[in-house]
């Protein structure tokens, strides 16, 4: 049965999928093995090789442009980003194996994450009528993908913006546990199933499974809640899997918007993992390889055992932006009557080795243009520049800048109301260390570079025993160290791996955080106001919505009663703020309200 993966939620799409024929492969795709056949005598064995190419965490990247520092994009590594590029390699992979021995699949979180995403999500939105089509859909149709599953930033902008991507793609979205919330049958399509053809004229059918992050239902439960719902990456492995062999799959490729390490951001506010690709590996027999998403990481190999067959099934990450495509080899033999999987190997390609695809470019450079536009536009003007460089270590005016911020739409919202006389707190987090507001003329561009992501903002009430415990687990970011001798700023953050984005500062009390004390006992003199915070206080805490939601699993904050939200995105409110103010200035919000001791000794 055919499947309309254009139908939204409500008239869920059934359970089928439709296959696509490939034409015939390359001459050097087919190999014969003699083998012994127990009597002296040999058979000849049918080989077939082909090649699965796979992208992840493209984030709304075309080009290899940075839209924050308005040049192309660098960085310390010297990598590359953008479908432009990623089309190069793709031509050269499809010219060395023969394009019909070839597929190409992504593995989610898509449109979301550049200001070229933002602009065609909310400027020029793609749901107008007569709206533009999303240039991430030109692109990834004009290189021909076959495929891509749902990441959880396909959700961020709502699901009308995405439906109306998906019906822009000439392939199908995949999510095969993005499911509706009443009747829980596939929202997206499941899977795909391709067939493939070896130069002998025979089948060779590649299903291709789409699995999704169950960490939607807390992340952009604003959009989703009660319309759709996210079970677990293995649970629905389980269920599909089998179904795809029994329909005479030959080789199950899924592709995972899941990273590897099994653990969760949310800790157990959902039964379902995060980062499961591998879980999925070891635990659902029948398949043979993934490609993973979500982590942003490099993973050009790893093999896991599957507990139930000893079959090996190897995993692969290219990294994000479009930076690497990876490469699945695979080699099938045609024995007893049927295909088998005869061995599979994955490997990265780099896109800085390649120019980027003129095609591509030329085929949105007025869209290019358009953005580079609207993001160099002046909005403000500020008295000196703020840097994000010492952020994660010393209270910085930049962090300071987005909180105070934060608070004061907070405070004019909730104006009038019953909580109008509670004081409002603020968190902030650093996002980049390259961040920066110049001094002088304020662009869109450098406000979006201070607010990358497309949080939105919100007000929990939280008590001051709360406080302290939401300070505490953050405070948990910094490496324990001993009294006595030089400090080096580089090396005590980011204990036990805890990012940048999960560490937060809060603006409207001061405090000290003991880094010389073991994790949980590091808050010292949290004062408001001059006075010890009482622990019964109440206070307001403006908060964005990944962290409100569980992002990052701090204490008490998810279930804190939540007195006010917006759907518009932190980035939009700092820029309407400068917008009106015209001046920002650092008199106004900058000041030290929290250091870090050693022993009670100041670190800097």
Not at 568 to 577: K, Q
Request: glycine share 10%.
């Amino acid at each position: 049965m055919s499947l309309d993966r254009r139908k939204f939620v409500g008239g869920s799409v059934v359970t089928g999928a439709g296959v696509a024929l490939a034409g015939a492969p390359a001459a050097e795709a087919v190999a014969a093995v003699r083998v012994p056949d127990g009597r002296g005598h040999g058979h000849r064995h049918e080989r077939y090789a082909f090649t699965v190419m796979g992208t992840t965490d493209l984030h709304g990247n075309v080009f290899n442009w940075d839209y924050a520092t308005d040049a192309e994009f660098d960085d310390a590594d010297h990598n590359d980003v953008g479908l432009a590029k990623i089309s190069t390699l793709v031509s050269g992979v499809r010219r060395e194996k023969g394009r019909h021995n070839t597929l190409l699949i992504d593995a989610g979180d898509t449109i979301q994450g550049t200001q070229l995403a933002y602009y065609y999500a909310k400027v020029d939105p793609i749901t107008d009528p007569h709206g533009p089509v999303h240039p991430m859909a030109r692109a990834m149709n004009a290189i021909g993908y076959d495929a891509a599953a749902l990441g959880n930033h396909e959700f961020n902008y709502g699901i009308p913006v995405l439906r109306k991507f998906e019906e822009s793609c000439d392939f199908p979205l995949l999510g095969a546990n993005a499911v509706d919330a009443k009747s829980l049958r596939p929202a997206f399509r499941p899977y795909v199933m391709k067939r493939l053809r070896s130069p002998h004229g025979r089948e060779v059918r590649v299903a291709v499974l789409g699995l999704t992050n169950p960490g939607i239902a807390l992340w952009d439960r604003a959009h989703v809640q009660g319309k759709l719902a996210f079970p677990g990456l293995v649970e629905q492995a389980a269920k599909w899997v089998p179904k795809l062999r029994s329909m005479g799959a030959d080789v199950v490729v899924v592709a995972a918007h899941s990273g590897m390490s099994g653990s969760s951001s949310y800790g157990d506010q959902l039964p379902y993992v995060e980062n499961a690709a591998a879980l999925v590996a070891e635990q659902v027999p029948g398949i043979d390889a993934i490609l993973v998403g979500h982590a942003h990481v490099e993973v050009p190999e790893r093999r896991v055992v599957n507990k139930a067959t000893g079959r090996e099934v190897v995993l692969s990450e290219p990294l994000k932006w479009g930076q690497r495509l990876t490469l699945f080899d695979v080699v099938v033999e045609w024995r007893r009557g049927r295909w088998e999987v005869d061995s599979v190997g994955s490997r990265v390609l780099n896109a800085n080795t390649v120019a980027e695809d003129a095609r591509i470019t030329g085929l949105l450079r007025a869209e290019h243009r358009k953005v580079v536009a609207y993001v160099n536009r002046v909005i403000g003007w500020s008295k000196a520049e703020m840097t994000a460089a010492e952020a994660p270590v010393k209270d910085a005016p930049i962090l300071d800048f987005i909180a105070f911020v934060q608070a004061e739409v907070v405070r004019r919202a909730l104006a009038g109301s019953e909580f109008a006389a509670l004081p409002v707190l603020s968190q902030a987090s650093c996002f980049s260390r390259t961040a920066r507001v110049p001094e002088g003329d304020v662009t869109i561009r450098s406000m979006a570079a201070l607010y990358p992501f497309d949080n939105t903002l919100e007000a929990r009430v939280l008590t001051g025993a709360q406080l302290r415990d939401y300070l505490e687990f953050s405070a948990r970011y910094y490496v324990r160290t001993t009294s006595g001798g030089p400090v080096d700023p580089s090396g005590i953050t980011n204990a036990d791996g805890t990012p940048d984005y999960n560490y937060d500062v809060v603006r409207g009390v001061s405090y000290e955080i003991d880094i010389a004390q073991p994790a949980g006992r590091r808050i010292g003199k949290l004062m408001f106001g001059g006075k010890p915070v009482d622990d019964a206080a109440r206070f307001v805490l403006a908060v964005n919505n990944y962290r409100a939601s569980g992002g990052g699993n701090f204490p008490h904050v998810a279930k804190a009663q939540q007195v006010w939200s917006t759907s518009d995105e932190i980035r939009n409110l700092i820029i309407g703020w400068v917008q009106e103010a015209k001046v920002i200035d650092g008199a106004e919000f900058a000041s030290a309200d929290w250091r870090l001791t050693r022993d009670g000794v100041p670190v800097f």
